[in-house]
């Protein structure tokens, strides 16, 4: 299946700033996935992000906080907007190859 | 809306012993897939095994398989011959067709005891 480069794999951040999240594929997929691994929780979907299209949220999440880019179908940037010690997290990126998901190395943001 | 759930926090196994980890899901949908992720404390999301909801055969993958119950919605996993390397947390993980994106359960944290 194809590879995820995603950077950085973790940061410690001061609350009130932003950090930018990147993955790269090495193949072109048709949407990118971003997910949210709250400690010691499983991942849940925060939005889909598509070429061309601003991304779809899923319910709790929101543009503002976590605005999304896919300006091409091998990569895809989010950002967390504001943060607070309650956005850390591992966040991690997916593609879907012809039948299942791959992700990214994963990326541990903790706010202080 | 769909929903997966995994009624065992932990797990644990003798090494070289047989376990067997529990799914169930929720859906309306006939024809979706199922998924087991292994995620190892490195984070990244390894694929274990997948099933298609179409197939009545159960998937295998070297000493990993299924027990698929599509009418009970019931996706389990049996390791065999467990391995250290095997410790993980275990995701399963439901998609629709052309969805791609997963909806996942709580997680099942494996131990391997020597």
């Known amino acids: 299946s194809a590879v995820i480069s995603q950077k950085p794999s973790r940061d410690i951040c001061q609350r009130g700033t932003s950090l930018t999240i990147q993955c790269q594929v090495d193949s072109q997929v048709t949407m990118m996935f971003w997910y949210r691994q709250q400690p010691g929780q499983s991942l849940t979907l925060i939005a889909t992000a598509n070429q061309g299209s601003e991304a779809t949220y899923e319910s709790g999440f929101v543009i503002d906080k976590f605005p999304i880019s896919r300006p091409n179908l091998t990569f895809s940037t989010l950002t967390v907007s504001n943060m607070s010690p309650e956005d850390s997290s591992i966040y991690l990126c997916?593609?879907?190859?012809?039948?299942?998901?791959?992700f990214g190395q994963g990326t541990r943001l903790t706010v202080v | 809306a769909q929903t997966v759930t995994q009624s065992q926090p932990e797990m644990s196994v003798q090494e070289a012993e047989t376990v067997t980890l529990s799914c169930t899901y929720d859906?309306?949908?006939?024809?979706?897939?199922l998924f087991w992720y292994k995620q190892p404390p490195s984070r990244q999301m390894i694929l274990v095994i997948r099933?298609?909801?179409?197939?009545?055969q159960n998937a295998t993958e070297n000493r990993f398989s299924v027990n698929f119950q599509k009418a009970a919605k019931s996706f389990s996993l049996k390791i065999s011959d467990s391995q250290l390397g095997d410790a993980a947390m275990y995701f399963c993980a439901y998609s629709p067709p052309g969805a791609q994106k997963l909806v996942f359960g709580q997680g099942t944290r494996l131990t391997i005891n020597p």
């Open positions: 859906t309306s949908e006939s024809d979706y897939y």
């Open positions: 997916s593609g879907f190859g012809n039948t299942e998901a791959f």
């Open positions: 099933q298609e909801a179409y197939k009545q």
